[in-house]
Structure formats: C-alpha cells, structure tokens
C-alpha cells in the first residue's frame, strides 16, 4: 500500500541503540505466553490507547500513504471491498458483484441502510463521485493509476453501479479495497474532509488535538458489528521508547513496533507481543538501464554472490524471513525458485566472466539513514558479502528526504529499500516492470514477456490459474535479476493484559480495532 | 538627526534586533529550500513517483510552491506584517494557532529548567569556590563534569524507563495536559523533563559561579569587609555573590535563550507539544511556512531575552547604571 515507510524517523536510530543497552538493565519481571484473548465474551465500553510515533499527515484519505494516517482513516471510512485477515477480498459497502463473461463489465450491488457520519445516506452518486474524483487528476489521488483499465462509471439506479473497463482486470476488486479508494459523500468537498472526516466506518471522529492526540469513538450507525471500544486515542508519543514506557506503567493498552529490540523490551509483565509477517520487502533494487547493471549477467553475479539469510542475520537479527518477489500469501513465491538457490560465488564469477566483467564492478547504492532501523546494517553487509565476488558496493547513505529525492527520480544505479507489498501481485508489481506502469522508471526493467504475463493475470479470474501466471512471473524476475530481493520482516504489536480481539495484519493494517475489546 | 536617533542605545538595539530577524527569515527560507525534497515528497514519500505529472501541478498549486520563490518570500513576509503566519496544511490549523499551544509549553519548561539550574548550580559553585581544590571542590566538580557530559537523551530515557517500568510511574505517558486545565498533571509531567534539562544546564551555571566567586573574593573590598568584621554568611551571600552575579546571568540568559529554541530530544522523549517538535516536524513534512515562522518566533525570543539579560545587568550592578 504504501511505499515508502516515512513515520517513525526522529530518533530511531537512538531508540534502537537505547533499546539495546536497556535490554541490559530492565530485569524481566515474569514472560507471559500470548494467551490473553481466551475465553470471555467481550462486553462493550472501554477507551482504548494506542501509541504512536507521528501524528497523521493528512486526513484525506486518497492522499494517505502514512502509515498513521492509514490507520486512522481505515477505521473512519469504508470501501466497496474489503480484506478480511488473510487478506482475501471480502464485500465491503458492495455486498456482491458480477463480472461479465468477457470480463468487460463489473457490476456492484451496493448495501443498503449506510449512512454517512454526518447522517446522510450511502448510494451509487456518492460512488461514481468518489470514483469519478479519484480518477481525476487534478484531485492528485495515490490509488489514480488502480482505476486505469476503468473506461466509464454508471449508476443505472440508486443501489447499483456499473463499471465497464477496457480490458479485463481481475486485480480491480482488490484495487478497490484500499483505503486511498474510501467512498465520501458527493456532498462532500475535499476541504471540508481535511478537517471533518465524514465516513462511513466503524468509528467516527471525536477531537483531534494536532500533534498530540485524535480520538475517535464507536459509529453507533455503523452497517455491521458495531465496535465494542467507546473510543480510540491515537496519542502522539514521538519516541519510540517512550511507547515502552507508556505501556509499562499503563497509559497506553496498544501500540505496533517494527523494530525487534525496541519490541523485546515491552516484552513484560502484562503485555503480550504479538509478531506478524508483513507484506513489505528488503531489496536490493538494480537499476537495469544503467552502466554495468544493464548487462543481465552482472546482475545474476550480484544476485548469486549475496546470502539473504546472512543479510537477515547480521542486520535484523534473523527476525524475518528470506523472501522472492511475492510476499502476499496466497501467490508467495517460493524464495529458492532462482537460479542461485543459495549464496554460489563461483557461479558469480562466472557470470561476471560471461558479461566480460572478472576484474570486478563497481555499484554505486543509496541508502537512506533512519528511514527504517536495518537499512544501513543492510548496506554494509551487502558490500562486505559482494566484494567477496570482486562486486564494489560504493554506498552512499543519505538522509531520508534526500534519499526519497533520488529514488523518486530514479537517479541511482541501485538502492537498499524497504517496498510495501499488496495482497494483490499484480498491484504490487505491474507498476514497477510493465512497460507502461507509472513506476517503470524507478524499476529499470521491463521485458515483452512480462508486459504479456501480467496481462494475462489481470485477464484471468481463476485463482489457480492466476497463480500459475504469477510464478511466472516471480520466475522470471528472478531469471533476469533487475532486483534482488532480501527478506521481509514482522510487525510487533503489543496489547495490555485486558485487551482481546485485535487481528494484526500482514498490510499492517488497524481495522480490527472494530472487534478488539477491553475487560 | 537620524544618526543621532540610531545611535541612542534602545534604537541602536532595536534596529539591531530587527536586521538578524530579518537575516534569520533570509536564511532559514533559503536552508529549507536547499534541503532536498518538498512537502510532496515528505507527505507521500516515494509513493510521489507514481503521481501524473498533472496530478504533481495539482498538488504544487496546493501547496503553494509552485509560485517563483522571491514571490514565496515575500508573501510570507507580507504576511507577517499583517500577522498572519502561514497554514499548516498537516495539522489544518494556522501556524498562530499551533504556535500559541506549543509556545507556552515551551516557555514553562524553560523557566523550570532554569529555576532548577539555579536552585542546583549556584550552591554548588559557592560550595566549589569555599575551599578551591579541596574534597568537596572535587566533588562539585565531579557533579558540574557529569552534568556536562551525560547526553540528555541518555538521562531522559533512562529516567522515564526505570521509573515507568518499576514503579509505574510515567506521567508523561498519559496525554499533556496544559496549565489551565490539569495544573498539578501538568507539573508532574513537566518534572523529569526540567530536572534532567536542569541538571544539563546547572554544570555552566555551577562553573560559572566558582570562577566568579573565586575571583571576586580574591578582590580588596572582601578582605576589607572580612577585617571590618562583616559575618561570614553575609559576606559570602551579600558581597562575595552579589558582585559575582553578572557573569552568572550572563551564562543564565544564554542558556534561557537556547532553551527557547525548544529542548528538541527532551520534548520528544516525554511527549511535550512544545515549540521544537513544532519545529522538527515542520522540517520532517517540509512545512515550509511552519518552520520560518516558527523559527523567527524563537530568533524573536532570543532577542527578547537578551534585551532582559541586559536590562538586568542595570539592576544587579550599579556600575553598569552609571556607564
């Protein structure tokens, strides 16, 4: 969903080194196993708070890609579909659709009894609204490029709204569960919901207090299960430590740690640590239009010389797991599925012989510093395991603004980054290495074969058969080495003895606050 | 005529004051825009290289940032003038706003911080100076050195961390509450964050005091004093510290001064909205009219407080008064 991690910068690299030498000191009372949501019913009531490091960045949620502000508004608005726990779509505000037989037309059928925050009812005008506005660029929506295959959008009556598209896309439903696709009203403007969200979610706003705290409370109109929560605090507590802290002397019942050392030290008394395998990927991006890198065989001695495993190891103390490109778990790739299964450094050299290379290359890399807490460890494992296979890593570690820069441009040769993931391959990848995808630039790869292999996955619906598709695809990234995929990491979410009910998700997405409760 | 008003020493002050804010506003406005990146970048992060270049022209206009930048300047300035400090589109509040609840924050751990300073460092440099390389001047040496030396965020941590995780004990974890609306939780939260930034800034103090007591009593009019049989007590206080005080407060409106620019890592550490994190994550979100107004509101109290420091040195010495 989003790309870029870009919250939890200020001071994570201190917390990270703080984390370790408390580690040291704080004496480990008693570890209790995760077994706090047993048994009892939840009962409804309670003001839950959640710790986090920023405030959101905005509260418009087409314009979302903030981890905090996701989370809030996930749980303030409502989309056609949805992702239950395993990230299967399930009906949202649509309760069902048919899809022609050509796959040209989408008809969704909306629910019925929806009202909006501010008490107005949900129909098909606030769909082809929303719809309407997002594919619209001046509205500068991140999720514009989803709707691409969408060629009109019709409301043929109040309960119903057609969509016909220029060629089949069976990405489109998953598309539509994400947040940056939420439906507003068509009596909304933009302006009044960068201050007034007005949803149809779970929870509506309450107060929000810039830079210290927002609250929501339960939607007592809500369409489904009503929340068991009052309300929902996000307090702001800049320092990832001092989240620790707050949840130790009980301010605080919930909060989501990426740092593992960081997650140790909560590991307490009373709160129990829940780890979660996230869709988001460690790679090692090539960029296949420049230099050396251009050349396929370099870029296979790169991918053979590196041991993932070692990289996991050394910079995120082994908490993860080596990945290929695909980390949603229905089409995963299998991570030995390449043609270095393990780390082979003859093989390496090899190649670099066959690219006529065997007195070694060297790479520039960015690197961004205090983007996230491995990156740098990352780099400088990667340099130490490639100049093994004579493979110079120049590093050139940047500070996170800076770094976003190049990236954005793609003006470097390669960069260590941490990409997020989608539940749908399709719109996790054909943006970056298909031809016309609107990230082809930052990728530096695309081939004809994979520009065919993705549309045939957008034009199949059978699951099977998708799969089928997106091996290959997996395959063929792999063959070709325009990145090297490293490993994916966990989340760490930590809830107070009392709180039951809460799914983390692999999208590190908060919308089961809506069946989380407190005793 | 105008000479003559430019060089009466208020003007002279005033005019001063008035060329580095100015200075300050140039280059704050020009460091911002040499930083790479802009509130497109910061917001979406590199998920703005999958945006149109339409939809970039859409989210330049909004943000203001497509205008040429001495137009940017100058509007900003204009502005000012009229009071207004610009909109922070993250918070969607006005700067003014923003400003006016992170200020008084700010300023209250400031006057804390100091009065704890005070309260830590003048007795220990009167202590050091009593008996100069002695025990208890080594000790109180060894205080100031520590002092010096810990980084705050180390104290900072380690103190929230040990009380919260032993005792429970962790005001700072529930939301700031201001003066005027929770007084004795507000001052609770306020306590560790002014003791630590306290104990950082009574090491100059305590410095500054031994060598000014060290060298006023080595002057004439002590030992004339002490042969005049005034009582030790009331020497040192009255006429061995009180003719020491200038440099003390000198080193005290300095370190007030810095520490309205906002304890950054302190706030950040116990949760406080003051005017540091105002300001970093103004820099984070590349706010561009949050940070120079920020930052020209605490060059401004940097002056503010200077002219004070000065207008002190009238009262606790004669000998300025008379100059």
Redesign the interface.
């Known amino acids: 969903m989003?790309?870029?991690?870009?919250a939890r910068?200020?001071?994570a690299a201190?917390a990270a080194a703080?984390a370790l030498a408390?580690l040291a000191?704080?004496s480990s009372s008693s570890s209790t196993s995760p077994t706090a949501s047993a048994s009892v019913a939840p009962k409804p009531g309670g003001a839950l708070v959640i710790g986090v490091t920023?405030?959101p960045?905005?509260?418009d949620p087409w314009?979302a890609?903030?981890f905090q502000a996701v989370n809030v508004l996930q749980n303030l608005y409502g989309t056609l579909t949805e992702f239950d726990k395993d990230l299967a779509v399930v009906p949202g505000l649509a309760t069902s659709w048919d899809v022609s037989s050509d796959g040209l037309t989408v008809t969704f059928h909306l629910r019925q009894g929806v009202t909006f925050a501010d008490g107005s009812a949900f129909d098909s005008a606030d769909v082809v609204y929303s719809l309407t506005k997002i594919k619209d660029?001046?509205?500068?929506?991140?999720a514009?490029?989803s709707l691409a295959s969408v060629a009109s959008i019709a409301a043929p009556d109040a309960s119903t709204v057609v969509l016909t598209l220029k060629a089949p896309d069976a990405a489109l439903l998953a598309n539509l569960a994400v947040i940056n696709m939420a439906m507003v009203s068509s009596t909304d403007s933009e302006a009044t919901l960068?201050?007034t969200p007005d949803g149809t979610g779970p929870f509506v706003m309450d107060k929000r207090?810039?830079?210290?705290?927002i609250t929501l409370k339960r939607n007592e109109k809500y369409w489904g299960d009503k929340a068991y929560l009052d309300t929902v605090?996000f307090?702001?507590?800049?320092?990832e430590?001092?989240i620790?802290?707050?949840m130790?002397?009980?301010?605080?019942q919930l909060a989501v740690f990426d740092d593992p050392l960081v997650a140790k030290?909560v590991e307490?008394g009373t709160t129990t640590v829940t780890k979660t395998p996230q869709l988001s990927y460690h790679v090692l991006q090539l960029n296949a239009t420049k230099g050396d890198l251009t050349d396929v065989n370099v870029r296979l001695a790169i991918a053979c010389a590196i041991d993932r495993q070692q990289v996991l190891d050394t910079a995120a103390l082994g908490e993860g797991e080596v990945t290929g490109p695909i980390t949603s778990p229905a089409y995963r790739s299998d991570p030995s599925s390449r043609p270095c299964p393990t780390r082979d450094l003859a093989k390496a050299a090899n190649y670099l012989a066959k690219a006529g290379k065997s007195g070694g290359v060297t790479i520039k890399t960015i690197v961004s510093q205090g983007e996230y807490s491995t990156s740098v460890n990352e780099a400088q494992n990667l340099k130490s395991q490639l100049a093994d296979a004579k493979i110079t890593l120049d590093l050139e570690v940047l500070?996170s603004?800076?770094y976003?820069?190049?990236?954005?441009?793609?003006d470097f040769d390669a960069a260590v980054?941490l990409?997020g993931g989608r539940p749908d391959p399709d719109g996790m990848y054909s943006?970056y290495f298909t031809s016309t995808g609107?990230?082809n630039?930052?990728a530096g790869y695309s081939s004809p074969e994979l520009d065919t292999l993705f549309a045939q996955g957008r034009a199949t619906s059978d699951p099977a058969e998708r799969k089928a598709i997106y091996t290959k695809i997996s395959n063929q990234l792999e063959d070709n080495a325009p990145w090297v995929w490293l490993f994916t990491s966990y989340t760490y979410t930590a809830t107070a003895a009392g709180v039951s009910g809460f799914v983390p998700m692999a999208n590190g997405s908060l919308q089961y606050l809506r069946t989380t409760s407190m005793s | 005529m105008l000479r003559d008003l430019i060089r009466r020493p208020l003007v002279h002050r005033l005019v001063a004051a008035l060329g580095t804010l100015l200075g300050v506003a140039v280059f704050v406005f020009v460091m911002l825009r040499a930083i790479p990146g802009d509130q497109i970048t910061a917001g979406l992060g590199t998920e703005a290289a999958a945006l149109t270049p339409a939809q970039r022209a859409a989210l330049e206009s909004y943000y203001g940032i497509d205008r040429p930048l001495p137009v940017q300047f100058f509007s900003w300035l204009g502005n000012l003038v009229t009071g207004n400090l610009g909109f922070s589109s993250r918070a969607q509040t006005s700067v003014l706003d923003l400003t006016a609840q992170s200020l008084p924050v700010t300023l209250e751990l400031a006057v804390l911080s100091i009065v704890l300073a005070l309260v830590i460092g003048i007795p220990l440099g009167m202590l050091s100076a009593s008996r100069p390389n002695s025990p208890r001047d080594l000790v109180g040496q060894a205080i100031g050195l520590a002092g010096l030396s810990i980084p705050a965020f180390l104290l900072a941590t380690t103190l929230l961390s040990v009380l919260a995780a032993s005792f429970g004990w962790n005001p700072n974890g529930q939301g700031y509450a201001r003066l005027t609306d929770g007084p004795l939780l507000n001052l609770q939260q306020m306590l560790l964050p002014s003791l630590v930034l306290g104990f950082g800034i009574a090491a100059p103090i305590m410095r500054t005091t031994r060598t000014a007591v060290l060298d006023v009593r080595s002057q004439d009019f002590v030992r004339t004093a002490r042969a005049k049989g005034v009582p030790p007590r009331r020497l040192q206080v009255r006429h061995v510290l009180g003719n020491a005080l200038v440099p003390i407060l000198t080193m005290t409106g300095l370190q007030f001064g810095y520490l309205l620019g906002g304890a950054v890592v302190v706030e950040q550490i116990f949760s406080l909205p003051g005017i540091g994190r105002q300001v970093l994550l103004g820099i984070q979100q590349k706010e561009y009219a949050v940070v120079q107004s920020t930052v020209l509101i605490i060059a401004l109290a940097f002056v503010v407080v200077n002219l004070l420091t000065d207008l002190l040195y009238r009262v606790i010495d004669p000998r300025v008064r008379a100059a």
Do not use: Y
């Not at chain 1, 660029?137 to 991140?142: F, I, L």
């Not at chain 1, 307090?235 to 320092?239: A, E, G, H, W």
């Not at chain 1, 130790?248 to 605080?252: A, C, F």
């Open positions: 989003h790309t870029g991690p870009h910068r200020a001071g201190i703080l408390l000191g704080c920023s405030d960045d905005t509260l314009k890609t903030q660029e001046a509205t500068a929506a991140v514009r490029a960068a201050t207090t810039p830079n210290e705290s605090e307090r702001v507590i800049p320092d430590t001092s620790v802290s707050a130790q002397s009980g301010n605080v030290t307490t500070e603004g800076a976003v820069d190049r990236w954005v441009a793609g980054a990409n943006r609107n990230l630039k930052v």
